[in-house]
Nanobody, 124 residues
Framework: QVQLVESGGGLVQAGGSLRLSCAAS????????MGWFRQAPGKEREFVAG????????DYVDSVKGRFTISRDNAKNTVYLQMNSLKPEDTAVYYC?????????????????WGQGTQVTVSS
């Protein structure tokens, strides 16, 4: 089992940047594929980015490609989401999630563990 705690959210103007962090407990972090999801009011939870165990393979939803970068540091049990050129439509609660498998998938039901979320608000 792994516990996840996100941080780094906040209020930023359009065009600005934020870096989200997700710290994981336990000694088996490197065995989990990690994902970032977001959920805006009245909308379903949406896949944003994912990274495989070693960090060598990543996936992004089209709307964030070229602006967001997911990375992980297995020595620190942490996964990051660097968000640049933020837009008002990026406003949402951002969650990190873990799945004990090798593949990055976009379906949130495939992730076994979730953090509590961190709010990101982008003003126009």
């Amino acid at each position: 089992q792994v516990q996840l705690v996100e941080s780094g959210g906040g209020l930023v103007q359009a065009g600005g940047s934020l870096r989200l962090s997700c710290a994981a407990s336990g000694r088996t972090f490197s065995t989990y594929t990690m994902g970032w999801f977001r959920q805006a009011p009245g909308k379903e939870r949406e896949f944003v980015a994912g990274v495989r165990r070693s960090g060598g393979v990543t996936d992004y939803v089209d709307s964030v490609k070229g602006r967001f970068t997911i990375s992980r540091d297995n020595a620190k049990n942490t996964v990051y989401l660097q968000m640049n050129s933020l837009k008002p439509e990026d406003t949402a609660v951002y969650y990190c999630a873990a799945r004990p498998d090798i593949l990055v998938v976009r379906n949130p039901t495939s992730y076994a563990y979730w953090g509590q979320g961190t709010q990101v608000t982008v003003s126009s």
